[in-house]
């Protein structure tokens, strides 16, 4: 039974092209994460969802965009990709949006920008 | 400038041998976690430590939170090749308790 999925493991496009992440919990947790960790292995907080309201939105480009059609699904949306946006993309959920509770989190999508 | 400083970033050592890494501060932290991350997989929680100068042991690993919140140690005995990871820690900041706040993280690597 898997905790935290997402899809797809890895991904590799062209610059220029839009793609996809999605992201699925099956904890009953309310709050979902999407972080990104870089080539130094930097794990930063993107965008955080609580009950399908976004609750924290760092300095990210408008190219991404996060949608939560329900709690138990946050997907990320990335338009016109760039190859910075290369990295590891994560998905997390935690019971509720308190920073103390433990975050669970998927086992990562690598994006390849070619 | 990162709110949690990892040191050191990177370190090997043989199996068997003893290692501390380090999350240290300027800002006063209410609680702080660690997780460890292996390659391909996300991270995963290890301890939290919420009370200055609590140690938690899980095991061969042992965590301290400072007396004065501001920094955490992890301290590994005998380690195993199966310690390999990315060991991350992240905190909720005394004055500031919305979101966690990530360290840049340490690599590990036990050579058998």
């Known amino acids: 039974d898997t905790a935290v999925s997402q899809t797809p493991k890895y991904l590799v496009t062209q610059m220029g092209n839009d793609k996809s992440i999605k992201c699925e919990q099956n904890l009953g947790h309310d709050t979902m994460y999407w972080y990104k960790q870089d080539s130094k292995k930097f794990l930063k907080i993107m965008f955080s969802?609580?009950?399908?309201?976004?609750?924290i939105n760092e300095t990210v480009p408008n190219r991404f965009s996060p949608k939560s059609p329900d709690k138990a699904h946050l997907n990320l949306h990335i338009n016109s990709l760039e190859l910075g946006d290369s990295a590891v993309y994560f998905c997390?959920?935690?019971?509720?949006?308190?920073?103390?509770?433990?975050?669970?989190f998927g086992p990562g999508t690598r994006l390849t920008v070619l | 400038t990162q709110l949690l400083e990892q040191s050191p970033q990177f370190l090997s050592i043989q199996e068997g041998e003893n290692l501390t890494v380090y999350c240290n501060s300027s800002?006063?932290?209410?609680?702080l976690q660690w997780y460890r991350q292996e390659p391909g997989e996300g991270p995963v929680l290890l301890v939290t430590?919420?009370?200055g100068g609590e140690v938690k042991k899980l095991k061969r690993l042992t965590f301290q939170f400072g007396d004065a919140r501001k920094d955490s140690s992890l301290h590994i005995t005998a380690a195993q090749p199966g310690d390999t990871g990315l060991y991350l820690c992240a905190g909720v900041l005394m004055d500031s308790n919305y979101q966690l706040i990530w360290g840049a993280g340490t690599k590990l690597i036990i050579k058998p």
């Open positions: 430590v919420v009370t």
């Open positions: 800002s006063v932290f209410s609680s």
């Open positions: 969802y609580n009950n399908k309201e976004l609750i």
């Open positions: 997390a959920s935690s019971w509720d949006r308190s920073p103390y509770n433990e975050q669970f």
